[in-house]
T-cell receptor, first 119, second 111 residues
Framework: DGGITQSPKYLFRKEGQNVTLSCEQN?????MYWYRQDPGQGLRLIYY???????QKGDIAEGYSVSREKKESFPLTVTSAQKNPTAFYLC??????????????????FGAGSRLTVL | KNEVEQSPQNLTAQEGEFITINCSYS?????LHWLQQHPGGGIVSLFM???GKKKHGRLIATINIQEKHSSLHITASHPRDSAVYIC?????????????FGKGTKLSVKP
């Protein structure tokens, strides 16, 4: 079945360590996203990528880095520069067609999430 | 003021009740999503709307573009409907990166 796989589901990190969260999709989706969810807040966009070898900063990109070397994969690295990394991280993907200005967004598919705790 | 407001924040219902969750937004949009987040954290896309009404099983979503308002209805609610329901809107630009999310409505359906 097609879908998005995030790993690990739970991750503990010591302060000062970088960690990388994996996101893999077999939906042949062009666009992929990383969101952060904190209690009492809506999802916030960290980074997104509309095409291989290209990605854009979202609203809260500081302290994070990504790569998009393959269409299927969009790993997120939480660096030691991220001041408050404990959160629930969600990866998502969608189809993307440049030029669909004003048209409806394409359906999003989410992964199951990764919960990062900094000790 | 948040650009996407959901109400209520929390909702408790008895099994079988008709449920309505509301979403109001203040920006121009090209589409609106309703998402369901289960206690484990995974999110499922329920609907994507740009106008009118959509129905899937016991779920109905409506949107009024002029009033900048959408509702999600659940008929004959069941305990398995217990989840957080999230409204998200996509701005009118071409970028896919500009979804704005509401804070969610936590629904608990009691047997």
């Amino acid at each position: 079945d097609g879908g998005i796989t995030q790993s690990p589901k739970y991750l503990f990190r010591k302060e000062g360590q970088n960690v990388t969260l994996s996101c893999e999709q077999n939906l042949n989706h062009d666009a992929m996203y990383w969101y952060r969810q904190d209690p009492g807040q809506g999802l916030r966009l960290i980074y997104y990528s509309q095409i291989v070898n290209d990605f854009q900063k979202g609203d809260i990109a500081e302290g994070y880095s990504v790569s998009r070397e393959k269409k299927e994969s969009f790993p997120l690295t939480v660096t030691s520069a991220q001041k408050n990394p404990t959160a629930f991280y969600l990866c998502a993907s969608s189809t993307y067609a440049p030029g669909q200005l004003g048209s409806g967004a394409n359906v999003l598919t989410f992964g199951a999430g990764s919960r990062l705790t900094v000790l | 003021k948040n650009e996407v407001e959901q109400s209520p924040q929390n909702l408790t219902a008895q099994e079988g009740e008709f449920i309505t969750i509301n979403c109001s937004y203040s920006v121009g949009i090209s589409a609106l999503h309703w998402l369901q987040q289960h206690p484990g954290g995974g999110i499922v896309s329920l609907f994507m709307l740009s106008s009118g009404k959509k129905k899937h099983g016991r779920l109905i979503a409506t949107i009024n573009i002029q009033e900048k308002h959408s509702s999600l209805h659940i008929t004959a609610s069941h305990p398995r409907d217990s989840a957080v329901y999230i409204c998200a809107v996509k701005g009118g630009g071409g970028s896919q990166g500009n979804l704005i999310f509401g804070k969610g409505t936590k629904l608990s359906v009691k047997p």
